[in-house]
């Protein structure tokens, strides 16, 4: 959780029995050179992952979340790149890596679930195959253990008849088998750290459920911490220990799930939460927040928000807020500076 306002270890961060963070992202930016200039697509993002957590990252689509995920992993697409900021794992700085020494890490020490099950599997190989190898390159476990340890791993996920299916290829599966076989893989070697984007979009609510449990199951069993990218706030109440939410390429808000659910700190968070249907109450029409995401090229001053925002006053759009103390959250709103008259209230 650590923000240029916090101390990189500071009490708000060690949250779990003082221990350093497994993962540490600090002052994060990525950025699109054109022709037109540099665009920022992630901005200033700091935040801290522990041993055995889940962290959810929600937002609207082009927030950052996605690319913010995808840099933590080393495969931003040119000419996508890390502009700024410092990507530690156990201590270790990996942003900085060379291409074989990252493409090790991924993997074993880092498994990744995409949102599309199609980038990440080979047509031309069985899933057994595949599932294989990747536990074979990052372990010396024999040929028959490894198969052993895919079936068990398809099994996990939900996969009906894996002695049957572990001989099968892709195009065999449907889009939700897909997707959790893509689950098995990033599960293989018992990563440390798990970066799901949108997991269980393409899947039912029963599957859903399944999945929720195995990465549930990774982090009570194995210590491994899990960044769990989605705009479903169900899927993120069910599953996740902390929320951060993103606009504009920025963290407006980051706290304990429940917090940020039940009582949302900042406006742009108080509308994703306004604009859930809330089951057994009557209401004809949801909230709704007015506008649109800003596009790359036209972030607003001051807080990016603030055309947006229903308490918008005279020093949003003059100056840019870092994240704040809110309770037991952070918010990135100039409503929660203590020195502010207009903050009064909403702490």
Known sequence: MADRTL????PAEAHKGGKPPLLEVRNLQVEFPTRRGLLKAVRDVSFSLQEGEILGVVGESGAGKSLTGTAVIGLL???GRIGGGEILLNGRRIDNLPYAQMRRIRGKEIGMVFQDPLTSLNPLYTVGQQLIETIRTHT????ARARARALELLADVGI????????QYPHQFSGGMRQRVVIALALCVNPKL???DEPTTALDVSIQAQIIKVLKRLCHEHGAAVMLITHDMGVIAETADRVAVMYA???VEIGPV?????NPRHPYTRGLMGSIPVIGHDQERLNQIEGSMPRLTEIPSGCPFHPRCPEVFERCPRERPDLLPAGPSQAACWLYDPEEPRGAGHG
Request: glycine fraction near 4%.
């Open 7 to 10: 101390a990189p270890h500071s």
């Open 77 to 79: 697409e040119p000419p």
């Open 140 to 143: 010396d476990l024999s040929e």
């Open 160 to 167: 009906p008849a894996p002695e049957r299916r572990i001989d």
């Open 194 to 196: 798990v970066i799901a």
């Open 249 to 251: 390429g920025r963290l």
């Open 258 to 262: 429940r917090e940020v659910v039940k």
